[in-house]
Nanobody, 113 residues
């Protein structure tokens, strides 16, 4: 299982970023995918999840209405569109295959003016 996140960066409060996770080494279309994040000095926390078909999604309360998770089973990618970013969203963002417990290397998101 290999997961490679990209798309992080520095953004001003209120801005947007689009994170992507490229997956390989397993049958991507058959597995639920999730995004987690870890802020400095804090534990890793759940952000969003999407079912294998993309028909079902769920979000942490802290990001609901601002973030959107999606997937492209033809391209083996899962995406996290993040709008209305605040400094509290600053963290390293990871994608994961929950059933495998596999993690990517993460991508840093910094929200600051």
């Amino acid at each position: 299982v290999q997961l490679v996140e990209s798309g992080g960066g520095l953004v001003q409060p209120g801005g947007s970023l689009r994170l992507s996770c490229a997956a390989s080494g397993f049958t991507f279309r058959t597995y639920r995918m999730s995004w987690y994040r870890q802020a400095p000095g804090k534990e890793r926390e759940f952000v969003a999840t999407i079912s294998s078909t993309g028909g079902s999604t769920n979000y942490a309360d802290s990001v609901k209405g601002r973030f959107t998770i999606s997937r492209d089973n033809a391209k083996n990618t899962v995406t996290l569109q993040m709008n209305g970013l605040t400094p509290e969203d600053t963290a390293v963002y990871y994608c994961t295959v929950p059933v495998f417990g596999s993690w990517g290397q993460g991508t840093q998101v910094t929200v600051s003016s």
